[in-house]
């Protein structure tokens, strides 16, 4: 396993009590604000858009639809409406944390109970579950890699891990105080943080991984 430090490109401050799920769409960064699911402008940090519905935790994106934990239940969005199209249980009952989307299927972070499910994306059934030895934050895949953040005890980071086995392969060690909610990268060198109750989202380096995939 490969341990680094995070290195921290840029900070957006947003007008949020409390971040949680970040997905980006290609253009925009979306954001969880607890009662509007927003999106801004990375390049320059503008606000762009806001969905009236409600947004606690994990947020992801298929290329269409936008989905959105909501306490129990997972909304799935039209993006260019706004409009609810259909919602399926979350796994974790309401203890869920990060979203994304890989594989055609939903892969959800379940927080205290330290794990990761695949999910189908129509019903929410339970396709497999990653176990993880801290608790889970957000989820993202990129360049057929799973990465997911952690938070406990006063640290955070962020991981990549054996999506078959849940090894952990590398860790980007969060600066002291600095937590991680949602997670999302951009599919280039960067991901998009969740800061939680500090009202920010944050841009955390993706290194080139150098070991073969398996």
């Known amino acids: 396993m490969r341990d680094n430090t995070a290195e921290i490109l840029r900070e957006y401050d947003v007008p949020a009590a409390n971040v949680g799920g970040v997905t980006f769409d290609g ?7 607890g009662d509007a699911l927003n999106a801004f402008d990375p390049e320059s940090g503008k606000p762009v858009r806001s969905i009236d519905v409600a947004a606690h935790a994990g947020t992801a994106f298929d290329g269409k639809h936008l989905y959105q934990i909501a306490e129990d239940r997972i909304s799935k969005i039209d993006l260019a409406t706004g409009r609810v199209l259909d919602t399926i249980p979350t796994p974790g009952g309401g203890g869920d944390s990060g979203l994304a989307w890989a594989e055609g299927t939903l892969w959800v972070g379940e927080y205290r109970a330290r794990k990761i499910h695949q999910i189908d994306p129509d019903t929410g059934a339970i396709l497999r579950t990653i176990e993880s030895n801290r608790f889970v934050t957000g989820v993202t895949w990129v360049d057929g890699e799973m990465w997911h953040g952690t938070s406990e005890a006063g ?11 849940g090894e952990v392969l590398e860790r980007l060690e969060m600066p002291e105080g600095v937590g991680v909610s949602g997670l999302e990268s951009d599919g280039n060198d ?9 009202g920010k989202v944050r841009v955390v380096r993706r290194p080139r991984s150098r070991v073969a995939r398996p």
């Open 155 to 165: 640290q955070s980071d962020i991981r990549r891990i054996d999506p078959r086995t």
């Open 190 to 198: 960067r991901f998009f943080c969740g800061g939680g109750k500090t």
């Open 27 to 33: 253009k925009n960064v979306w954001y969880a604000g």
